[in-house]
């Protein structure tokens, strides 16, 4: 159900979003779960916990006001250095997901898509993994790219892998590649990029997130833990971005 929030009074920073000129595609590192928790003297696992709920709420809202895209950097390729609990605290989390979306996807209409090296996840997550991207071709609404096993660099090394397997089996040539064909090789294949990236948890780096996609996003930090990210604070994210005077290397017109 997308709500018609463009004639829409609200206080707040969501009176400050022009919601007939929202970004298409936001991007979101969801960090600052751990500290979330133990600033509470709670295990590091109870901000994961709160963080995978307030996915759903930020999720769900991205949906409601017409977002038509969204990425989250759930699980990079080297969050497995982490202590054997959190991974599987995650992996648990992102199985529970998987069998709610399962259920509610073609209701909500929300696509689900994933971004990253899977072949290395358990074979009940793949198997869960593959009925969400069965469903996703059934639909057309919101899609969300959840990356897991990810990392911005090995994504590019992976395309390349790909495009040169191609070269060699005649499908293509080397001075065939474009910026457009390589596209194409990319877990993003088909998604535009994101125009806005949001990194709550106070650091204001890329950490191997969407290398290539972001190369135009306007970037938006905030101290804000990710399990304490609100739509009021998605506000502030969006009605940044549209004062963002974005030139993409030209001059201002
Ligand atoms: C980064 O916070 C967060 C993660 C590595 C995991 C994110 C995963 C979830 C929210 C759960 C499942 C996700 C979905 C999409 C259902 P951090 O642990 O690095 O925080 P810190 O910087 O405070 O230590």
Same mark, same amino acid.
């Given at each position: 159900?997308?709500?018609?929030?463009?004639?829409?009074?609200? @206080? #707040?920073?969501? #009176?400050?979003?022009?919601?007939? &000129?929202? *970004? &298409?595609?936001? /991007?979101?590192?969801?960090?600052?779960?751990?500290?979330?928790?133990?600033? &509470?003297?709670?295990?590091?696992?109870?901000?994961?916990?709160?963080?995978?709920?307030?996915? $759903?709420?930020?999720?769900?809202?991205?949906?409601?006001?017409?977002?038509?895209?969204?990425?989250? !950097? /759930?699980?990079?390729?080297?969050?497995?250095?982490?202590?054997?609990?959190?991974?599987?605290?995650?992996?648990?989390?992102?199985?529970? !997901?998987?069998?709610?979306?399962?259920?509610?996807?073609? $209701?909500?209409?929300?696509?689900?898509?994933?971004?990253?090296?899977?072949?290395?996840?358990?074979?009940?997550?793949?198997?869960?993994?593959?009925?969400?991207?069965?469903?996703?071709? $059934?639909?057309?609404?919101?899609?969300?790219?959840?990356?897991?096993?990810?990392? #911005?660099?090995?994504?590019?090394?992976?395309?390349?892998?790909?495009?040169?397997?191609?070269? @060699?089996? #005649?499908?293509?040539?080397?001075?065939?590649?474009? %910026?457009?064909?390589? %596209?194409?090789?990319?877990?993003?294949?088909?998604?535009?990029? *994101?125009?806005?990236?949001?990194?709550?948890?106070?650091?204001?780096?890329?950490?191997?997130?969407?290398?290539?996609?972001?190369?135009?996003?306007?970037?938006?930090?905030?101290?804000?833990?990710?399990?304490?990210?609100?739509? %009021? %604070?998605?506000?502030?994210?969006?009605? /940044?971005?549209?004062?963002?005077?974005?030139?993409?290397?030209?001059?201002?017109?």
């Amino acid at each position: 159900m997308k709500l018609s929030f463009s004639k829409r009074k609200s @206080g #707040g920073a969501a #009176g400050q979003v022009d919601f007939s &000129r929202l *970004p &298409r595609h936001i /991007a979101i590192i969801l960090d600052g779960n751990g500290r979330w928790a133990q600033r &509470r003297g709670l295990p590091r696992t109870a901000g994961h916990k709160v963080g995978a709920e307030t996915f $759903r709420t930020i999720a769900t809202y991205c949906r409601d006001i017409g977002i038509e895209y969204l990425t989250v !950097y /759930a699980f990079s390729t080297e969050n497995w250095k982490r202590p054997k609990d959190e991974v599987d605290t995650i992996m648990g989390l992102l199985k529970r !997901y998987l069998l709610e979306a399962i259920d509610t996807m073609e $209701r909500d209409n929300v696509r689900l898509r994933f971004m990253g090296d899977m072949s290395v996840l358990s074979d009940e997550l793949k198997a869960l993994v593959d009925r969400c991207n069965a469903i996703s071709a $059934r639909l057309t609404g919101c899609q969300c790219n959840i990356c897991i096993n990810y990392g #911005g660099r090995a994504e590019i090394v992976h395309a390349a892998r790909d495009f040169a397997i191609d070269c @060699g089996a #005649g499908k293509v040539k080397p001075e065939d590649l474009t %910026e457009e064909l390589f %596209e194409k090789y990319l877990y993003s294949a088909g998604i535009p990029s *994101p125009e806005l990236l949001i990194r709550p948890g106070g650091e204001q780096r890329l950490s191997n997130f969407l290398l290539w996609q972001c190369a135009y996003a306007e970037f938006y930090y905030t101290d804000v833990l990710w399990p304490d990210f609100s739509k %009021e %604070e998605l506000h502030r994210a969006i009605a /940044a971005y549209q004062h963002r005077d974005r030139r993409f290397g030209g001059i201002k017109k």
